[in-house]
């Protein structure tokens, strides 16, 4: 995928973050979870800019980095939205699958970047 696409793709995916978040009851534990999730589902796609800005490739590799965290702590959020009974997975399923192939994506790309063999 090329950065200009993967950016795209990462605004997407910041924009249903935020159409999710901004769904959930006015609870005060959703509102704590929305609070986090609105964080790091937005940082994916900001930090994936900085990253093609990156200086040199350990730069880059770094930049990544934050993105794959970024990424999988968005998937532990909206797991933990279903798993408390705040919202039904059917209703998040196709975003817990972007955010899981966004993360593939960005793990293998560090990989690349390192010049590590794709496993």
Do not use: H
């Amino acid at each position: 995928m090329n950065p200009a696409e993967m950016k795209a793709r990462t605004r997407s995916f910041a924009l249903r973050v935020i159409r999710l978040a901004e769904s959930l009851p006015s609870t005060p534990t959703a509102q704590v979870i929305r609070n986090q999730i609105l964080r790091c589902g937005t940082s994916v796609g900001a930090n994936y800019r900085a990253a093609c800005r990156g200086k040199s490739k350990p730069d880059f590799v770094s930049k990544m980095g934050i993105v794959e965290e970024e990424a999988d702590e968005t998937i532990y959020w909206i797991e933990l939205l279903v798993e408390a009974g705040i919202i039904e997975r059917v209703r998040v399923a196709d975003l817990l699958d972007e955010a899981d192939q966004i993360l593939s994506i960005t793990v293998s790309s560090i990989k690349t970047a390192r010049g590590y063999a794709r496993s």
